[in-house]
């Protein structure tokens, strides 16, 4: 039987140009989220092993699945602190190629659930950001669910939150709790980060939360994170947020809010899919 209560921890780290300083950092930061806050569920941010935005780092930095130092790492730590953990995001190489993968931990310390960035950060806002990640990655082509004693966890990272139709399959595979690890800037961040946020929890009737990397305000010329980790109820309610500098957010999730909200106002399941498939021209 589900347990429909837990504590979760999001871990808003700074990420340096050093990977052994950064593991060193999200080390720190979940065993505090344990220690601390006694957390069940902890999340670390999008690239927590390699500034944003840097494609050169990004190929520098990335490991290999079979020895990956990171990896090692995050097993290590969720089994030893008996806690599912939700390994944000790291460049992983294949071959040629290099993906942007989230892992996910059981408390056994095993790869549970494994997720590459389907949709790719490619965008032009002329003189505020321009940035195509294709340049260096690779898309992955394959949905994720990190199945727990709590819930199920659809996992996305950063810019898949854009697309509404990822979180749907997700919803109609059983998920309840749609994690995001990302990396949002500061020219989207202010006008996007809490709206999607709100608008999948309103889409889905479900939690959404998000954990992004803290502000480097000492790096005046890189990728500039926005912050704000947040939690969001199915209502479409912020819960809980950080500001842009370090931290830990500690949120307990109370699960049966998604059944007494889906009985209010139940738009999962009065959708028509019988008028709509396949998204028709009129």
Request: aromatic share 10%.
């Amino acid at each position: 039987m589900l347990k429909r209560s837990f504590i979760l921890s999001l871990c808003q780290m700074k990420q340096i140009s050093n990977k052994e300083s950064n593991l060193q950092r999200a080390e720190e930061l979940v065993t505090t989220a344990v220690k601390l806050y006694k957390s069940n569920v902890v999340v670390l941010p999008e690239f927590f092993n390699c500034p944003n935005g840097n494609s050169k780092l990004a190929q520098e930095f990335a490991e290999e699945e079979s020895n990956s130092q990171t990896l090692q790492m995050l097993k290590r730590l969720a089994k030893n602190l008996n806690i599912y953990l939700i390994g944000g995001s790291f460049p992983e190489k294949e071959g040629q190629k290099l993906y942007n993968t989230c892992y996910c931990i059981n408390k056994q310390g095993e790869v549970s659930a494994k997720y590459r960035k389907v949709h790719l950060f490619d965008i032009d806002i002329p003189g505020k950001m321009t940035m195509k990640e294709s340049d260096t990655l690779t898309a992955g082509n394959t949905l994720t669910i990190f199945d727990t004693e709590y819930c199920k966890f659809g996992i996305g990272i950063c810019y898949d939150m854009r697309f509404p139709e990822l979180s749907q399959t997700l919803k109609s595979n059983g998920v309840e709790f749609l994690m995001f690890p990302s990396a949002f800037n500061t020219t989207t961040g202010p006008l996007h980060w809490e709206l999607l946020q709100r608008s999948r929890a309103l889409d889905n009737n479900c939690f959404v939360a998000t954990c992004s990397p803290a502000r480097n305000l000492d790096d005046t010329t890189g990728y500039q994170v926005y912050g704000y980790s947040t939690v969001v109820d199915p209502f479409g309610k912020v819960i809980s947020n950080l500001g842009y500098e370090e931290g830990i957010l500690q949120t307990t999730v109370n699960l049966n809010l998604i059944d007494e909200i889906g009985q209010q106002i139940p738009t999962f399941k009065q959708k028509r899919f019988d008028v709509y498939e396949g998204f028709k021209k009129i």
